[in-house]
C-alpha cells in the first residue's frame, strides 16, 4: 500500500491518501496535547502504543458486530482505515464521575453510576467543543435522527465489550470519547482511535490513573503508565490465543 499526500495533520495524528480513493493511512504521533491545545508535550512510545490498543480494541469490536474503519496494521504506528466523512461529535461515555462532569456538576470523582452515560459536544476547536443533546446535534444537521440513534446504539455497546474486556485486565473503563463516521453508502462505523489518549482506565485494585490524565494532571510517570496499560491488553490477548 502506497502512503500518498498528507491529507490532514492533527495533534495527535497524520493522515494520508493512498492509491485506493476509498482508504487512508493512519500514522500516530507521540505529541500530546491537552486543555485545546493550551498544554503540548511528548509522550514517548505513545504513538505506537496507541497505534496497536486502538487496532487490538476495534478488532475485539468488530468480532462483537460493531462496524469501525479499521482495515489492516501497516507497522508499529500506521494503520489503513476506511476513508470515512467523521461526524462532527465527539460522543462521551460514562460509567463512573471524573473530568469534566465532576467539574461540572460539583461531584468527587469516582462515582459509579447506576447506568451508563452518554453526552455529544460539537467537535469544533474555535468554540471549544461546546457540549450539545440530541435535539441541536438534529437542529444543527451534524446528523440526522436515525444517524444520532445509531450512534447512541453502537457507543452503548461499545461500552458494555470495552468495560468487561478492561475489567478482566483488572483495569476500570471510567469514561471515553469515541467519534463515528459514515461510509460512502452512508452507513455508520466506529472512527478515530480508542487509546489511553481517549479513554480513562484506571487500576481496579489500587485506582492508579493508566491514562491521558498522568500528562494533563503533570501527576508524572506518563510513559510508565501507557507502557503498564499496553502490557495488561497484550497479556490478556497472548492468554486468548
Ligand atoms: N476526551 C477525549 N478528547 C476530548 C475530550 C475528552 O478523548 O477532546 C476523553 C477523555 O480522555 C475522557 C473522556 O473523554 O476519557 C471524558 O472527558 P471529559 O469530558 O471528562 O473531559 P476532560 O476532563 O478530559 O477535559
Known amino acids: 500500500m502506497e502512503k500518498g499526500m498528507l491529507l490532514y495533520e492533527g495533534k495527535a495524528k497524520k493522515v494520508y491518501a493512498t492509491d485506493d480513493p476509498e482508504e487512508l493511512i493512519v500514522s500516530y504521533k507521540d505529541d500530546a496535547t491537552a486543555f485545546n491545545g493550551q498544554k503540548r508535550g511528548t509522550i514517548e512510545g505513545k504513538g505506537a502504543i496507541n497505534n496497536r490498543m486502538s487496532n487490538a480494541l476495534m478488532q475485539l ?9 479499521y482495515l489492516r496494521e501497516l507497522n508499529e504506528r500506521e494503520t489503513l482505515v476506511r476513508r470515512v466523512r467523521i461526524v462532527p461529535l ?29 453526552e455529544f459536544s460539537y467537535k469544533n476547536d474555535a468554540l471549544g467543543d461546546p457540549l450539545l443533546n440530541g435535539y441541536h446535534v438534529v437542529a444543527l444537521s451534524l446528523a440526522t435522527p436515525a444517524e444520532l440513534e445509531t450512534i447512541k446504539r453502537y457507543s452503548f455497546q461499545i461500552n458494555d465489550v470495552l ?10 473503563l471510567v469514561d471515553f470519547k469515541l467519534e463515528f463516521g459514515r461510509l460512502p453508502d452512508g452507513s ?7 487509546s489511553p489518549d481517549t479513554c480513562r482506565l484506571w487500576d481496579s ?8 490524565d498522568r500528562f494533563r494532571r503533570d501527576l508524572g510517570g506518563v510513559e510508565d503508565a501507557y507502557r503498564e496499560i499496553m502490557d495488561r491488553l497484550t497479556q490478556k ?3 486468548a490465543e
Open 163 to 172: 468495560k468487561a474486556f478492561w475489567a478482566s485486565c483488572g483495569v476500570t
Open 90 to 118: 465527539e460522543v462521551i461515555v460514562r460509567n463512573l464521575s471524573a473530568g469534566s462532569f465532576a467539574k461540572r456538576y460539583g461531584v468527587e470523582e469516582g462515582i459509579p453510576f447506576c447506568a451508563p452515560t452518554i
Open 188 to 194: 455508520i462505523v466506529l472512527a478515530d482511535e480508542i
Open 61 to 69: 469490536l468488530e468480532r462483537e458486530g460493531i462496524p469501525t474503519h
Open 205 to 212: 485494585r489500587t485506582g492508579k490513573k493508566l491514562d491521558k
Open 237 to 239: 490477548l497472548e492468554a
